[in-house]
Every structure is written in C-alpha cells, then in structure tokens.
C-alpha cells in the first residue's frame, strides 16, 4: 500500500498539468455563461463598455497560467514523473536492455560510418562491423571490415580486421592490419535508445537531441515532443478564449451549452494535435509544424469567433 500510494503521489503532478486546461476551460465556459443567462451582460454592453476590455483580465490571466504550466512541467512534472516510472520499473521488476540489433552510426560529422550486427552493452562490444570513412567531401577513403571490436576505453580494437584503402589515383590499398585508434565513438551511442525525452529537462532535451542528430539517428519523434513542451502549455490560453468567444452564441440553455460546445472545441483541438503530431513523428510534416500548428490554428479560429461574438 505504501509503494502504491507513493507511484500516486509521484503522478500526481502530472495529472494537475493534464487537469489544469480543462479546469480553466469549465471555469471560464460557466463563468461567462452565467454572465450572458442572467442578463448581467447586457447591462455592461448598454453602458458602452466593450467585450474586448470585459475579458482582457481574462485572457492575460490565461497567458500567466500557460508560462506556469511550462516551467511548472518543466521543474516539477519532469522530475516526479522520473521518480514514479523508476519505481513502478522497481515494483513491477522490469528490466530494460541496453543491447542493440542492426547498428548504424555517425560520426565526426558523417566523415565516419559505423555498422554493426549487433552491439552486445555488457562486454561493450560490436559484431559483423564494418566501419566507412569519408573526406569532408563525402568521398570514400576506406573501408574496414571485422568479425568483432571491443571497447578498450580509448577506441574501439578489431579482431582481424581487413581495411581497403581508396588512393586519390583509383587505386584500393588492401591491408590486414588498420590502425583503429581514430575510432574513439563512445559506446553509449550504440546503446538501444531507450531514452524519453520528456523525461528531461528542457537543456538536456536539447542536448539529448543534438547527439541524435549528431550520430544520424531518428529525432523526428523526440523533436517534436521537445517543441510541444513549448506548445502545450499555450492549451491553456486556447481553450479560455474558445470559451470566451462561444459564451453568447446561444439563447437557451446557456450554460450547459457554452460548456459542451467548449468541451467539443476542445477535443477536437486535442485531436488535431494528436494527428499533427504523428505526421511529424512519421516525418510528413516538420517537427516545429506538428507541435506548433494546432496552436496557430485554433489561436486565429478563436480570434474570428471572438470577432463575431455578442457585444
């Protein structure tokens, strides 16, 4: 029961940041529901005092609560959510291997290519490698083939390995004895990439994503999860104005109607987002467009419904 009540306790964070926008999308969708059902809107507009003024309290309230919500994620949610999934790991004694299949790394810019069967992380070692080096512009200038190297923490040793060099003349130097000593890529590149990128701070996010680009594997996915820290947060100030915009729209059943045609626009934002962000992840769409688009979107939806609205 005490391990139980400690996982809640360390996802409870996370549950505030997933409740906060549709705690302010309620508030605001009663708020100004009631306004307009008993009447106490049309006293305000009769004396002169525009929507625009009414409700600017309002949406500078939704900016201050979107800033909390990204660095309360940022230093609180990131954190506890560490926590909670490294003991529901313990608890439930799951345990992740670090060895990786079918290998492809860059490094030193691309000029060199490693490939690899397999890379077994506990012996810190590759199998069936063959490594490709390149000038600085892109052209080939050797190729080394081997049944295995081990990581003797400075580079990487071949067991027999065979080298071909290519001669700026055309000519293939073949020699079975390479010097190994330039290939100095960290092990830790070639470990499966079990890594959550919102699991780390916004400065090692950055980072964690730099070395991905760095040594040519997949980013897209963690890119955008990396932009939409930024985005999501704004969710906030979207569905405060959505609800704003949608308060006077309706003449009977004010309230519940305001609430439930805010709740739909806020799904459907949801989905939207859902969406934008797999097209990123399946690299349809850049990683900036899927986290930032749906904001965008709905931002200048909100700002025409509001423009429309009853005053």
């Not at 006293?43 to 939704?62: C, D, E, K, T």
């Not at 069967?117 to 490709?132: F, R």
């Not at 470990?191 to 980013?219: C, H, M, W």
């Not at 309230?255 to 949801?270: E, H, P, Q, R, T």
Request: glycine residues 4%; charged residues 15%.
């Amino acid at each position: 029961l005490k391990s139980i009540l400690l996982v809640l306790f360390y996802y409870l964070p996370k549950c505030i940041a997933f409740a906060l926008p549709l705690a302010v999308l309620f508030a605001s969708s009663y708020t100004m529901g009631n306004f307009y059902a008993r009447n106490e809107l049309a006293s305000v507009f009769a004396a002169g005092f525009p929507l625009h003024r009414l409700i600017s309290p309002l949406l500078f309230l939704g900016l201050l609560l979107s800033v909390f919500l990204f660095y309360f994620e940022d230093r609180v949610v990131i954190h506890t959510t560490v926590k909670k999934n490294g003991l529901v790991k313990e608890l439930l004694k799951e345990e992740n291997s670090l060895s990786n299949t079918n290998v492809v790394i860059q490094s030193d810019s691309g000029r060199v290519v490693y490939t690899a069967d397999y890379y077994q992380d506990a012996e810190k070692k590759l199998y069936t490698v063959l490594i490709v080096v390149r000038d600085d512009s892109g052209n080939l200038m050797q190729v080394i083939q081997s049944p295995s190297a081990q990581w003797n923490g400075r580079h990487w040793s071949m067991d027999d390995p065979v080298s071909y060099v290519f001669t700026r003349d055309g000519k293939i130097e073949h020699t079975f004895s390479p010097s190994s000593e330039i290939f100095t890529e960290s092990p830790d590149t070639f470990r499966r990439n079990i890594t959550d990128v919102e699991e780390l701070p916004s400065f090692l996010a950055k980072e964690y994503i730099q070395n991905l680009r760095r040594a040519g594997l997949p980013y897209a996915e963690q890119l955008s999860n990396y932009y939409k820290r930024f985005s999501f947060p704004f969710t906030v100030f979207i569905v405060l104005f959505f609800s704003i915009s949608m308060g006077g729209r309706f003449k009977k059943n004010i309230i519940l109607m305001s609430l439930l045609m805010s709740l739909s626009i806020a799904v459907l934002f949801y989905v939207t987002q859902m969406i934008t962000m797999l097209f990123a992840k399946w690299e349809y769409i850049s990683p900036l467009a899927g986290a930032w688009s749906p904001v965008i979107i709905f931002i200048i939806l909100s700002m025409v419904i509001l423009k429309f609205a009853r005053t």
